[in-house]
């Protein structure tokens, strides 16, 4: 079994940045492709993030260039750096590794 908690959310202005943390439990975290989704009111989950085991990483079109994926296998720990926020980036934002979640953060950003 593995638990996802995620931190760091919070209020920022649009142009502010936030860092996002997931710590996990288990011994398995190094051999885990882990990713980040984001859900807004009223619209569907998406994905935001992947960082494979090896540190290959992917983007959604709409944050690439703004947000960076990284993780520390020591820490059992991944991270979410999103700078330039935008208002749109208001969601919820989620932990995953297949096929466990975290419980989410909420991100706000004000224009």
């Known amino acids: 079994q593995v638990q996802l908690v995620e931190s760091g959310g919070g209020l920022v202005q649009a142009g502010g940045s936030l860092r996002l943390s997931c710590a996990a439990s288990?011994?398995?975290?190094?051999?885990?492709?882990m990713d980040w989704y984001r859900q807004a009111p009223g619209k569907q989950r998406e994905l935001v993030a992947i960082?494979?085991?090896?540190?290959?990483?992917n983007y959604a079109d709409s944050v690439k260039g703004r947000f960076t994926i990284s993780r520390d296998n020591a820490k059992k720990t991944v991270y979410l750096q999103m700078d330039s926020l935008k208002p749109e980036d208001t969601a919820v934002y989620y932990c995953?590794?297949?096929?466990?979640w975290g419980q989410g953060t909420q991100v706000t950003v004000s224009s």
């Open positions: 960082i494979t085991i090896g540190g290959s990483t």
């Open positions: 995953h590794s297949a096929p466990f």
């Open positions: 288990g011994s398995i975290f190094s051999i885990m492709t």
